[in-house]
């Protein structure tokens, strides 16, 4: 029996292992930069290309989108699953030698689309062992990506107890609503904080907690992407039993305007995203 979605879990597994082997030589920064003004990393523009060449090459894929590129690429078969992507989520980690990855979306409408249209998500972390997570028909799973893909989890649940939180953007460029939050949480948990958002959720993930990147004074929309990177890691959180939030609402109850669009991010512990809320409405 097909499985379209299955057919783009699958690729991503396989390209996983040829990613990590190209980023040793592509520590560099190349001239160009992203459509958020980021410069690319010689290793965002590999990632990207092995990317877009292998969904686009499945008859289920109609279009492809990436953090990389300006517009949506797409397919001459008319796929029915649109493709968002951020090929290497984390890659200034890589002059740092940190963990780094990479995130996906398939929606079911072409892009930029509502999180209503998310069917699954998913993302593979390069840490010290190579992981992936992925989020469909209600159940989180984990996989190792090693020689083989090997199921070490097949029901992801977010730990009751919270543990870790990590939180982005330089302190004095916080509101004061959300510095007046942090100095709750931080009384409660402990700080786990590694400039890539995969690395930083797994933490949440494994051990239990709430990760954000919080609107700014001087940027109220924050960092992060909402269809590459605040979507598909929503879906993921909210399907191992946690929430999400921009600071008001599930970032999947977003619908974007713009392919680039940023948001507030916020994933993890339902108590505490209630708890962002209040602070900041
Ligand atoms: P890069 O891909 O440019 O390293 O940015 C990573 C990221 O988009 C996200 O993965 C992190 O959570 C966040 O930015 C880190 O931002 P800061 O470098 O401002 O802490």
């Given at each position: 029996m097909s499985d379209p979605v299955g057919s783009v879990v699958d690729v991503v597994a396989e390209t996983a292992p040829e990613i990590r082997g190209g980023l040793a030589g592509r520590r560099v920064y190349g001239s160009e930069e992203n459509p958020s003004g980021e410069r690319k990393l010689a290793a965002d523009v590999y990632a990207d290309d092995l990317l877009e060449e292998r969904l686009l090459?499945?008859?289920?894929?109609g279009s492809y989108a990436s953090e990389e590129r300006d517009a949506v690429v797409t397919a001459d078969?008319?796929?029915a699953l649109h493709v968002a992507c951020?090929?290497?989520?984390?890659?200034?980690n890589l002059k740092s030698n940190n963990a780094m990855g990479t995130l996906f979306g398939v929606y079911d409408?072409?892009?930029?689309?509502?999180?209503?249209?998310?069917?699954a998500s998913g993302f593979v972390l390069f840490g010290p062992i190579t992981t992936m997570v992925t989020a469909r028909g209600g159940t989180v799973r984990e996989w190792v990506l090693d020689d083989d893909r090997d199921l070490v989890d097949d029901d992801l649940r977010l730990p009751e107890e919270p543990m870790v939180y990590g939180f982005g953007g330089r302190v004095p460029r916080w509101t004061e609503a959300f510095a007046d939050y942090v100095t709750e949480v931080e009384a409660e948990l402990k700080l786990r904080y590694g400039g890539a958002m995969i690395g930083d959720v797994t933490q949440v993930l494994t051990y239990g907690g709430i990760f954000g990147y919080p609107g700014l004074r001087?940027?109220?929309?924050?960092?992060?992407?909402?269809?590459?990177?605040g979507h598909p890691i929503a879906h993921v959180v909210e399907t191992a039993g946690g929430a999400s939030s921009d600071?008001?609402?599930?970032?999947?109850?977003i619908e974007p305007d713009r392919l680039h669009e940023r948001t507030p991010l916020f994933v993890g512990d339902e108590t505490y995203i209630e708890r962002l809320e209040s602070a900041l409405g």
């Open positions: 090459a499945l008859d289920a894929v078969g008319g796929g951020d090929p290497l989520d984390g890659s200034s409408e072409p892009l930029p689309a509502p999180g209503s249209a998310l069917i001087d940027r109220p929309e924050g960092k992060l992407r909402l269809l590459f990177e600071g008001e609402r599930s970032l999947l109850d």
